[in-house]
């Protein structure tokens, strides 16, 4: 071949879509051979510019995808045994591993997503009777039982009667009112298992509400002028049965759950930094996310550079759907700036413009890099104060605002503008993800879905009043959730939203004890909640026990509930981050450090830390990291500020955020993970690593204990 065949093949094995050159039957014409301009599977290559010293490529790209497997993630060596199979897209990977994904009919490349032209089959010898054997420079034991045979796909036949819009617009729309219609969503078999299910259900699909005062029993003629009374909140769990279309070896069991559909738009950054690996592994990420959508969900996909554009219309996941998304996705190529705002703006006119409504929508934005459009000076600096400027009016949430769509934003790398990213997700009622580590992506993208898939409350608002006549809110303590204070003192309300199945919330609750002259208990508080049931479409009332505390006229030793201790300490925690945070946006990281240690000692000595609460040690180790994260400036400024900022957007909302290099729920910061969104980050890591044995398993942090899950 050539020597434009040799620079396309070096840039393919180190696992870097690029332009292939063309082959020809011929060998006479190999040095005429010509860049292709197109993948088969219609995936845009990123260029790749060698420069004077070789081809520049980071520490991350140096590994050759023909040394390793991408699939089982094993050495490929000569004479190990194994046989090699090398696609037409110059990727390797051991046959046995690519002829598994090809039986369950996978026919593109794991690594660059470009649809495969030839497939490789298993043999039981080494002959084929039909096809021919694909031999490469990679050698293998003379006893390998299995050969390398190649299967050529036929054409792709048109189809007449095929009604999907095309995947290329000449221009877009002025309104996005193009939606796919939401359509009948279940077809009768898998709806009648799901109502089944759904009935069977009976009283777990109700939320429960406990309460807890911080001592069961205050001496009847004192008074107390700040009690903390906790409310706990827990949503239903997902009914779940098995999914008879899941039977794929090797990988978790998936469940068959009746769920509310999601209309969810991707607003992904394609500006030039994002070129190379970054790329790749956006495109990845999007793959599983597709791949996991259902057909009664909806997606649609906005990619901004330096400026924005909708690759497709809001539509459903079905085979055509997502035949039309992957190909989308896989033709995107990094280039221009960043216009976060831009982006952003088309992705709320699609929610916005929309004819129908699935019961559950959301964005996520996911950048590696600042706006260079909207929140820059006239001399290039950055004010952060216009931060708000990036996301439309239209989004920002509030008591006035028809429009509630949250955002949920991951800060990509070490160079994206977290506190922007952070204000976006903290503006609309979304969580913010730092994504330090590329591979780790698809993990977060998953943890996030595995929620969204998962919703079964919608519109959820707590009600708190004052049983006693003599008692009085004093403050309600419910992080980013919207609070208010009503009738003097004796009404209260919390704005929760929506709640994943087995999603948990907790709200600390100030009130004053007056005194008893006689009374052996003192009525204080009743909660209720309303909701809407997403599945049902209908409105759920519900209503706690009153809450009483003893009175009697002497108390002995009493004991502060660990419930309410524990929730304190997740608070007090948190106000640090905050904190600690403004002390090192001005410079201050010794102060800032000082602040995290401080707390650090009061979470030892809290009740909860002595009892060795799980979700203590999880605050003093998070804590620690953050201080390790402020060593210098330059550490701060490239992941401290990124991680704290996903640390107080984990804490405010009560919600898991994927932070630093993991989503692993064996990490002590993972205390707010779902049994969806762990399945589906079980999911993705199976898919990564192609082998359940070496799979990692990802549970809660009270999951692998023996101290039991914190209420």
Known sequence: ???????????????????????????????????????????????????????????????????????????????????????????????????????????????????????????????????????NDVDWAQDNALATVIRRLPPPRSNPNRNAAPFRQASEPATFDDDESLGHQLDSAQKSMSDKN?????????????????????????????????????????VSGPNPSSSQPGLPHVTQTPRAPVDLV???????????????????????????????????????????????????????????ALQGVNSLAANGGTNIAEGLRKGAKIMEDRREKNAVASIILLSDGQDTYTISNSDGSRNQHNTRLLLPLSMHSGEDSSFKIPVHT??????????????????????????????????????????????????????????????????????????????????????????????????????????????????????????????????????????RIERPKVVGETRVSIEVDRQQNRLRAAEAMAEARAAAEKGNLAGATSILEKCRKALLESVSSKAHDRLCLALDAELKEMQERMASQHVYNTSGRAYILSGMSSHSWQRATARGDSTDGSSLVQAYQTPSMVEMVTTSQATLLGSPSSRRLVRPVWASGSLPKPR
């Not at 995936?43 to 081809?55: I, M, R, Y």
């Not at 009283?203 to 706990?232: C, M």
């Not at 030039?272 to 791949?291: C, D, N, Y």
């Open 1 to 135: 071949m050539g020597s434009k065949w040799r620079k396309a093949k070096l840039a393919l094995g180190l696992n870097l879509c690029t332009y292939v050159p063309s082959i020809h039957d011929d060998d006479d014409n190999d040095d005429k051979g010509s860049l292709s301009s197109k993948h088969s599977g219609g995936a845009l290559p990123s260029p790749v510019t060698p420069g004077s010293h070789g081809l520049k490529l980071s520490k991350s790209l140096s590994r050759s995808s023909k040394k390793t497997c991408s699939i089982c993630l094993a050495t490929m060596k000569r004479g190990d045994g194994q046989a090699i199979f090398t696609a037409e897209c110059s990727h390797s990977f051991h046959f046995q591993c690519i002829a598994s994904n090809a039986k369950h009919g996978n026919l593109l490349c794991p690594i660059c997503r470009a649809k495969w032209k030839e497939i490789p089959l298993q043999c039981p010898s080494v002959n084929p009777p039909s096809g021919r054997a694909r031999i």
């Open 198 to 238: 759904y009935r069977d259900s009976g009283e777990g699909r109700a939320i429960k509400i406990k309460t807890y005062p911080e001592i069961p029993a205050v001496p009847r003629f004192n008074s107390s002028a700040n009690f903390t009374v906790l409310v706990h909140l827990n949503a239903p769990t997902s």
């Open 266 to 324: 991707t607003v992904l950054d394609i500006s030039g930094s994002m070129a190379g690996t970054k790329l790749a592994l956006l495109k990845r990420a999007m793959v599983f996310v597709i791949q996991n959508l259902g057909p009664n969900d909806r997606l649609s996909v906005i990619a901004f550079s330096s400026t924005a554009r909708r690759l497709f219309p809001l539509r459903r996941m079905s085979e055509m759907g997502r035949q039309q």
């Open 410 to 547: 991951f800060g990509f790398g070490t160079d994206h503008d977290a506190l922007s990213m952070h204000s976006i997700s903290e503006i609309s009622g979304g969580t913010f993800s730092f994504i330090e580590t590329e591979s780790v992506i698809q993990d977060a993208f998953a943890q996030c879905i595995g929620g969204l898939l998962s919703v079964v409350v919608k519109e959820l608002q707590l009600s708190i009043e004052c049983v006693h006549p003599e008692v009085h809110l004093r403050s309600l303590r419910t992080g980013s959730y919207p609070n208010r204070i009503l009738s003097s003192g004796r009404k209260g309300s919390v704005d929760v939203g929506d709640l994943y199945a087995d999603e948990e919330r907790d709200f600390l609750i100030s009130v004053n004890v007056p005194t008893e002259l006689s009374n052996p208990e003192t009525s204080l508080l009743k909660v209720s909640c309303v909701y809407k049931d997403p599945l049902a479409k209908e409105m759920v009332n519900l209503g706690s026990e009153v809450l």
